[in-house]
């Protein structure tokens, strides 16, 4: 009886420790199953979520689209707002001199047709186009989301034209023998022009000419310039001159060419020696009396 009850207490403790070890295997199980989850699901945040674009939930403007932009008379020009996470709104666009809708969505509420919305499929960009833009169209456009309350995005367009200007002018004063040095800048072309011509008294300036001591230097570029260099000036030198390229309006100058130590309002024109004859006179005229 005694070997019996020995027996049944070491079944008991080997039945006990076999339902610890169990117990110990099977809290290892879930402590790995738990490390494997959290590890699987470290990789599935890390390897796919962090790559899906993330949009918060109202809609936005993309800052990179310019503020600013600059236009020529008679070339079309874009304006141009990227809007985020769009959902079911609309974009419109809004000319704030007059307050008038230009465009709603990818239609033109206008009746001036030189306005046009463009807009491509599943694309964030809204684009307000102007067919031969003038100088009247600069001014503030602003591009909407219909949210309550909208929001807008301004851009500020600047339709500008080609201009000449002949640095130092309209009258520049030269003393006879130095060298008069005419600088033309040519500004807002769709393209450098093809040639700058320079003219004297109306007539086109030869360089090969007995005169000599005549000659140019042209640049070109976004702000072409031409610069006319005469030596040893003379009065025969003095008078109007003119630069005229070929893609934009002409530039005048004249020219006074001064002698002795003549003061230069003297030589200027006709006009200010008037004047100053008349001061003389005043001046000789109150002494008298």
Same mark, same amino acid.
């Given at each position: 009886m005694a070997r019996s009850r020995g027996a049944v207490c070491l !079944?008991?403790?080997h039945f006990l420790s076999c339902i &610890?070890?169990?117990?110990?295997?099977s809290g290892n199980s879930r402590s790995r199953d738990q490390s494997t989850v959290s590890e699987s699901s470290r990789r599935f945040r890390t390897e796919f979520l962090e790559d899906w674009p993330h949009t918060p939930g109202a809609p936005y403007f993309d800052p990179s689209t310019p503020d600013n932009v600059t236009g020529l008379v008679g070339h079309p020009v874009t304006l141009l707002c990227k809007v985020k996470n769009l959902q079911n709104r609309t974009v419109s666009w809004v000319r704030h001199r007059d307050i008038h809708l230009l465009t709603v969505g990818r239609y033109t509420y206008t009746s001036d047709q030189r !306005?046009?919305?463009?807009?491509?499929p599943r694309s964030e960009e809204w684009a307000l186009r102007i067919r031969s833009p003038q100088r009247r169209d600069s001014g503030q456009y602003e591009c909407q989301i =219909?949210?309550?309350p909208p929001v807008g995005h301004a851009v500020f367009l600047n339709i500008v034209e080609p201009e000449t200007e002949i640095m130092g002018g309209p009258?520049? !004063?030269i003393y006879?023998? =130095?060298? &008069? %040095?005419?600088?033309? &800048?040519?500004?807002?072309? /769709?393209?450098? /022009? =093809?040639? &700058? %011509?320079?003219?004297?008294r109306g007539k086109t300036i030869n360089f090969d000419s007995t005169r000599g001591g005549i000659s140019l230097v042209t640049e070109k570029g976004i702000h072409s310039s031409s610069r006319l260099l005469v030596q040893s000036a003379r009065t025969a030198d003095a008078g109007a001159y003119q630069c005229v390229p070929d893609n934009a309006q002409l530039a005048s100058a004249r020219v006074h060419v001064l002698t002795g130590e003549t003061p230069?309002?003297?030589?200027g024109s006709g006009q200010w020696a008037s004047c100053f004859s008349l001061a003389t006179l005043l001046l000789l005229a109150s002494a008298i009396i």
């Amino acid at each position: 009886m005694a070997r019996s009850r020995g027996a049944v207490c070491l !079944f008991t403790v080997h039945f006990l420790s076999c339902i &610890i070890v169990c117990r110990q295997d099977s809290g290892n199980s879930r402590s790995r199953d738990q490390s494997t989850v959290s590890e699987s699901s470290r990789r599935f945040r890390t390897e796919f979520l962090e790559d899906w674009p993330h949009t918060p939930g109202a809609p936005y403007f993309d800052p990179s689209t310019p503020d600013n932009v600059t236009g020529l008379v008679g070339h079309p020009v874009t304006l141009l707002c990227k809007v985020k996470n769009l959902q079911n709104r609309t974009v419109s666009w809004v000319r704030h001199r007059d307050i008038h809708l230009l465009t709603v969505g990818r239609y033109t509420y206008t009746s001036d047709q030189r !306005f046009e919305a463009q807009h491509k499929p599943r694309s964030e960009e809204w684009a307000l186009r102007i067919r031969s833009p003038q100088r009247r169209d600069s001014g503030q456009y602003e591009c909407q989301i =219909s949210t309550t309350p909208p929001v807008g995005h301004a851009v500020f367009l600047n339709i500008v034209e080609p201009e000449t200007e002949i640095m130092g002018g309209p009258d520049l !004063f030269i003393y006879a023998g =130095s060298t &008069i %040095n005419l600088t033309c &800048i040519v500004r807002h072309t /769709p393209e450098p /022009p =093809s040639t &700058i %011509n320079w003219t004297h008294r109306g007539k086109t300036i030869n360089f090969d000419s007995t005169r000599g001591g005549i000659s140019l230097v042209t640049e070109k570029g976004i702000h072409s310039s031409s610069r006319l260099l005469v030596q040893s000036a003379r009065t025969a030198d003095a008078g109007a001159y003119q630069c005229v390229p070929d893609n934009a309006q002409l530039a005048s100058a004249r020219v006074h060419v001064l002698t002795g130590e003549t003061p230069a309002a003297m030589q200027g024109s006709g006009q200010w020696a008037s004047c100053f004859s008349l001061a003389t006179l005043l001046l000789l005229a109150s002494a008298i009396i």
